[in-house]
T-cell receptor
Framework: DGGITQSPKYLFRKEGQNVTLSCEQNLNHDAMYWYRQDPGQGLRLIYY???????QKGDIAEGYSVSREKKESFPLTVTSAQKNPTAFYLC???????????FGPGTRLTVT | KQEVTQIPAALSVPEGENLVLNCSFT??????LQWFRQDPGKGLTSLLL?????REQTSGRLNASLDKSSGRSTLYIAASQPGDSATYLC?????????FGTGTSLTVIP
């Protein structure tokens, strides 16, 4: 089955620890995205990547980092510098030229 | 910066009713507009994608329209069913980035 996988579904961390969220796609899409979703707010873009080894900051990149070493993979690291990391994180991919986005099931991160 | 607004924030209708969800955007220079459905605690499921050159798209009981000049899109759901209960989000694509509204939470009452 083609799609986007995110793991784990739930993640718990102590404050001050870095944590990496996984995102893998087998859709052969060029573009990949990371969003954060908080209650009552729309999705906010953290980082996006149009091609391998290149990525751009979104609106709320502070405290996050990414890598794009392979077309299929776009992991997100939430660093200890992120002031309010508890949220629902969604990964998406899209293929040119239509740019129709497809989403993974999400990872709910809780930091205490 | 593109801003996307969805009205109403919540909607409750009896089963069988036809309904319209609204999405407005401030910058008409969009590449496409996409409608999604999100169930609680889940990812987003794509419903319809309208390219900037198109006026509408249809899939089953769903019809989405796009009016770039007025910065508006509507999602029409015909003969609503309890299984349609979910949050519906629209996203305007400027080419590099997608800008999302906060969604309309729909409840269809049996």
């Amino acid at each position: 089955d083609g799609g986007i996988t995110q793991s784990p579904k739930y993640l718990f961390r102590k404050e001050g620890q870095n944590v990496t969220l996984s995102c893998e796609q087998n859709l052969n899409h060029d573009a990949m995205y990371w969003y954060r979703q908080d209650p009552g707010q729309g999705l906010r873009l953290i980082y996006y990547s149009q091609i391998v080894n290149d990525f751009q900051k979104g609106d709320i990149a502070e405290g996050y980092s990414v890598s794009r070493e392979k077309k299929e993979s776009f992991p997100l690291t939430v660093t200890s510098a992120q002031k309010n990391p508890t949220a629902f994180y969604l990964c998406a991919s899209a293929q040119t030229p239509t740019y129709e986005q497809y989403f993974g099931p999400g990872t709910r991160l809780t930091v205490t | 910066k593109q801003e996307v607004t969805q009205i109403p924030a919540a909607l409750s209708v009896p089963e069988g009713e036809n309904l319209v969800l609204n999405c407005s955007f401030t910058d008409s220079a969009i590449y496409n507009l996409q409608w999604f459905r999100q169930d609680p605690g889940k990812g987003l499921t794509s419903l319809l994608l309208i390219q900037s050159s198109q006026r509408e798209q249809t899939s089953g009981r769903l019809n989405a329209s796009l009016d770039k000049s007025s910065g508006r899109s509507t999602l029409y759901i015909a003969a609503s069913q309890p299984g349609d209960s979910a949050t519906y989000l629209c996203a305007a694509n400027t080419g590099n980035q997608f800008y999302f509204g906060t969604g309309t939470s729909l409840t269809v009452i049996p």
